[in-house]
């Protein structure tokens, strides 16, 4: 009977790394990144975890070994497309659910971010991998998005990116990237070669984190615990509506303005 059970258990564990859902995440050595792969690999998901370091992090080496099997690292500076281009010939072949697109930057918060000293450069950055880096994911791993069962491309926003809530000034280039990010996000969900395949692009923000993101205000502003957060933003994911309209939904299902 043991010996059964015992056959049953591995058959049931290569049947769901065989025959489940994928997840890639980016920026995935820490904060919200590295929640998404904990939670993702907790559900039983293949999950492909990218981080920018010249050696493996810490963090992502002690929970790949606390989810034998699930979870496969690889390194993803969103920045460096033809990096982005050769993980993705790396994956060739490999169907991809869901592609959670989780990097980001502030852009040094909001003592830098001051009209009358900005730092061009710096807001150069911020939008290189706050936006053209997951409009690079987005477009050179679509074909392994469209090859799975779920399709589904998400990227991390926050509400400081939505236009019609701005009530002081300050956040200059973070507020602008996020922005940015909803709108060629939108403007890719519209794209035939996403439409006409059923690709879902999504849009979701977990709200202000305590993470290391955070660090200038924490003690100052409440933050939510990463796991409540990421937790909230997995059932969006889940609930998100499929009709083409990519809405912002912070982690509680609340809608951002644009
Ligand atoms: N925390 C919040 O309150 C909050 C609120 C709203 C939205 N968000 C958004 O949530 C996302 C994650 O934020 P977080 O709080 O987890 O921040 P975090 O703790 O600072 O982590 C950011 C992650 O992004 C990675 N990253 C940065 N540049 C990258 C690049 N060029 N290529 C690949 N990875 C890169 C970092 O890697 P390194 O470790 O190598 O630097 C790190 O893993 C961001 O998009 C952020 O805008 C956060």
């Keep these: 009977m043991r010996c059964v059970l015992v056959s049953l258990s591995i058959l049931l564990s290569f049947a769901s790394s065989a025959f489940g859902e994928t997840v890639l995440v980016t920026g995935a050595n820490r904060g919200i990144g590295l929640e998404f792969v904990r939670q993702y690999a907790e559900k039983g998901w293949d999950v492909i975890a990218t981080h920018r370091r010249q050696t493996v992090p810490e963090s992502l080496a002690t929970l790949k070994s606390e989810y034998p099997g699930l979870i496969r690292v690889e390194t993803m500076d969103v920045t460096d497309h ?55 994911v987005a477009e050179s791993f679509l074909e392994h998005v469209a090859a799975s069962d779920q399709k589904m491309i998400f990227t991390v926003t926050s509400s400081q990116g939505s236009i019609g809530s701005v009530n002081w000034p300050g956040l200059f280039y973070y507020r602008s990237s996020k922005s940015a990010v909803n709108m060629v996000m939108r403007n890719v969900a519209t794209h035939p070669k996403v439409t006409e395949r059923g690709i879902l692009f999504g849009l979701i923000a977990p709200g202000a984190t305590d993470t290391d993101f955070m660090t200038e205000v924490r003690g100052r502003i409440p933050l939510g615990d990463p796991k409540e957060r990421v937790a909230g933003m997995i059932k969006q994911i889940e609930n998100y509506p499929r009709d083409g309209s990519t809405p912002s939904f912070e982690w509680n299902g609340e809608e951002i303005p644009w």
Excluded: C, H
């Design 82 to 136: 033809a990096g982005v281009d050769t993980l993705a010939a790396k994956l060739e072949g490999t169907a991809i659910d869901l592609v959670v697109n989780n990097a980001g930057i502030s852009g040094g918060g909001t003592a830098t971010q001051q009209f009358g000293r900005l730092d061009y450069s710096t807001f150069q950055d911020v939008m290189d991998i706050n936006v053209a880096g997951p409009l690079k």
